[in-house]
């Protein structure tokens, strides 16, 4: 185990990041666990959506430590870089999963 990393952010900005991306790692598993109450009205599409929602969730928990320690990093070199493809996906793939949501539900 690596020693932690510090930085002299009063406002605990890393951590605060890091703590947003856990309670969307942590919204994807709820969400994926809500689907399958949809599944005997929807069958195997269900299935489809809780994987991929598994993935999301699987893959922001993978990348977290990366985040947080890029985050550290550019804080004590005084610039901090926004994971800009990290967001875009996010927000891609929330609104297929909205857009997904309300077709199921209009077309049964």
Not at 60 to 78: D, N, P
Not at 86 to 99: D, E, P
């Amino acid at each position: 185990m690596s020693a932690p990393l510090i930085h002299d952010d009063p406002g605990l900005q890393p951590e605060r990041t890091t703590l947003a991306w856990t309670r969307t790692t942590v919204s994807y598993a709820v969400c994926s666990a809500i689907l399958l109450r949809w599944l005997p009205h929807f069958g195997l599409v269900i299935v489809g959506f809780i994987g991929l929602m598994v993935v999301m969730a699987l893959g922001i928990y993978a990348s977290q430590r990366a985040r947080h320690r890029a985050s550290v990093k550019g804080l004590t070199a005084g610039r901090v870089r926004a994971p800009v493809g990290a967001v875009a996906t996010m927000t891609l793939s929330l609104t297929g999963f909205g857009v997904a949501g309300i077709t199921l539900i209009l077309l049964s």
